[in-house]
């Protein structure tokens, strides 16, 4: 009984990790490349004092510590790993009795809790940094006989893990009686005092759930509650004198049941199918997979404008824009091109899109506004890096210098920021730059104000500026089809007969033709059921 016992501590930690290693990289990389690019962790004093100036600040600095290797999924993925090792092994340290099968089979119950809350993209992993920072020293402070450390103990951690300490405030009750409550009311009194004489700035709801536990401030979940409550209430619902009456090995299986249930509910619904559909087109657009954006849309395609984005930038990219623009679902005459919209990821395929047509001042202006819509007000990795490209490109090398200057205290952006760098003020070698080269080559000879209702004539003029320049064509004419301008269309296939570098015309524009020609009565055509589409929008 002994052995297998010790089988069962050796296996189960060893088969968490192997099982949220593959969850992580191989279901759900989006959701890591989300959350890296929602923030730079830089390796410098200053960060680390202005991450620690809060209540949680320790954990908070920890979580981006480790959020930093997801810019690679298997490492993220293995970092991920370890972290619910350890929350399973210190949840295990609540127990009295740590060897039965019952113990370990509950301690898996709170990880099972974690991935499911971790399906909420703007859950924080500081919020499980937290929380293993708390049961590290509730499992620390188990022996300890003097009821009245714990006072100095929540005030440390409320500081360091925020308001987590609740966790180790309750487990402490749980086991030392009534006299716990004096270090819970210590506990309370100091998150009072802290609210109205430091952060006064945030809001009440904050400093008590957590500054830096999610993304979006002065917002909380069921589960982001739910979840230390039950931590604190695990032994007791497992060690009490009507569960130990029960076979252990019987009730242990039944708990391991309930956490395989669990498991699969929390992949199945806790993690919203279309939201990770279009964190996989953005990760794939970034890393220019541009194939496996077209052929995950033709599988499935989420029905909204930044889909469309991230699709068409796609055709663009590999010149099936032209053929095949409208054998995928457009959103409108945003499908292209989106107006702005602050938050942190709508207008990142139109960023791009600007980027690689060489509309290099919309880009900078779309990728800042990104980075400053990231609701916890942090910068971010990828966005500072194509706004320090941006600034290269216009030849502003001091700003340019600073972008680069952060970027060179982190992890994995410094050899391109060294690199970078390198090229300042040295034009030869930015114009030999592939990117950088090609949008200044492309760039508009005249200047002019941006004006979104206008997109489609700074796009025909992007062209006509360097006729080289054919994803601005092919923007340009699928701009005018997508706002049902006909005429347009029609009028300058001239430039597509002339300069578009076709052995033949694109079948898309030969679809559209035809429906123009049949007034929109053409069975079977794909441009005539967008235009369809568009005009019952437009009567409803």
Known sequence: MKTNSKFLKLALPLLLGVLVFLFWDLLHPEVLNYHEQNQLFLFSWDYFLQRISVPGGLADWLSEFCVQFYYYSWAGALVLALLFIALQQLVLLQFNNRSSMLSQMASLLPSVLMIWHMGDIEVLLSYMLAMLLVLAASALMRKCRFWW???????????????????????????????????????????VLVYHFLLDQNTLTEVML??????????????????????????????????IKWKDTSIGTAVGLVACVLGYLAIDTGYDKDICELLTQDMLVRQERWDDVIERAEKHQVQNPMSSNYVNLSLAMKRQLADRMFDFYQSGDDALIMPAIRDNVSN????????????????LRYFSDLQESILNFRKSGRFTKRIAECYIVN???????????????????????EEAEACLSKEALVNANPDWGRMRRFHFKNEFLYSYPEVDKMLGQLFADNIDNKMALDYFMGDML???????????MRWV????????????????????????????????????????????
């Open 395 to 417: 030849g502003n090398y001091p700003i340019a210098r600073k972008q680069l200057a952060l970027l060179k205290q982190s992890l994995f952006y410094r050899s391109w920021a």
């Open 497 to 540: 007969q002339q300069y578009g570098g076709y052995q033949m015309m694109p079948a898309g524009y030969q679809d559209a033709i035809n429906a123009i020609q049949a007034r929109g009565e053409l069975p079977g055509s794909a441009y005539a059921s967008f235009v369809k589409r568009m005009m019952s929008r437009g009567s409803n």
């Open 149 to 191: 450390a714990d006072i100095p103990m929540v005030l440390v951690l409320y500081w360091l893990a925020g308001p987590m300490a609740w966790v180790y405030a309750g487990l402490q009750l749980v086991r030392g009686g009534w006299k716990q409550l004096i270090s819970m009311g210590v506990l309370l009194a100091t998150q």
């Open 482 to 492: 997508l706002k049902g301008n006909p005429q347009g269309f029609m009028g300058y």
């Open 210 to 243: 957590g500054i830096n536990y999610y993304r979006v401030p002065d917002t909380w979940t069921g589960m982001q509650v739910m979840q230390p409550i039950f931590i604190v209430l695990l032994p007791l619902l497992f060690e009490n004198k009507v569960v």
């Open 348 to 363: 990142i395929g139109t960023a791009e899109a600007f980027y690689h047509l060489s509309m290099t001042n919309s880009c």
